[in-house]
């Protein structure tokens, strides 16, 4: 089923806006079960170009992270975020204006000065945007292009995972699964060594479920919250990676982190 996101997220930055994106997956990772709409507004560099973003973000009531070093646009954000009562938070200024202070030093002021702009940044980068380009499904042909796939039913954290394995230089990609749903050819064409398949408890399942129906304004009491509907759907997934011959994980007890570093440590040995 499709998510509501619980907030929008406006990452602006007059560099690549890594720094910003990096503290919201941070945060993000808390949350692993809450769906949040995350929006990247890379090299603004004029004034109007600025203008026009914050005013999409006051449309969509949004959360504003950004890296600005240019004076002059941090003050317009500010301004804008306290006119329009944005919630606002300046990632980088307030330790810059700290080092400042205690070094007797002018910062330079240089938009991305903060990144060493090597190899392995760049293919993190590239690792994220592959994570959002085949989250959920979206294209199958890029199962086959993946270091990991990850494959669950709905609420077994497949978005959070493939974000937090994509910032470790992971090319992830990810499939919801449904027992009335056609498995998509490529998945039989992906070596089993690189699949994980996700399971939780039933009990736990259930209540995550029917909290995310409340935080809908809906019933908690649906059939995607129904303990025999859930059970059903546990069963079409484990028989599944049994046949896929995959690594199974039940995240019932463990954090993003957690399964993140057994899925690595697998695919190092």
Known sequence: MN?????????????????????YYAARAQFPEVAFDLKNFPFIR???????????????DAIVLHTFVNPELVDIIEDFCLENDLTCFDVINPLINE?????????????????KLDEKYFDRIGALEFAVKYDDGKDPKGFLEADIVILGISRT????????LANQNYKVANLPLL????????????????????????????????????????QPDTPYSDKNRIRKE??????????????????????IEETAAIIVNSLQK
């Open 234 to 255: 546990i069963k079409y997934a484990e028989e599944l990676y049994k046949k896929l011959n995959c690594q199974i994980i039940n995240v019932a007890s463990k954090s």
């Open 157 to 164: 954290s497949k978005t959070p995972l493939s974000i937090f």
């Open 99 to 115: 080092l400042t202070l205690r070094s007797n030093a002018l910062p330079t002021h240089k938009p991305g000065a903060k990144h």
């Open 3 to 23: 998510e509501k996101s619980a907030a929008t997220v406006f990452v602006l930055s007059d560099s690549v806006g890594g720094t910003a994106s990096n503290i």
């Open 46 to 60: 004029q004034e109007d170009q600025l203008n026009t973003i914050l005013e999409s973000a006051k449309e969509l």
């Open 179 to 218: 027992p009335e749903s056609t498995l998509p050819k490529e998945i039989w064409q992906v070596d089993s060594n690189k699949i994980v398949g996700l399971t939780n408890d039933e009990e736990m399942l259930s209540n995550i479920r029917r909290e995310r129906m409340i935080s809908y304004g809906m």
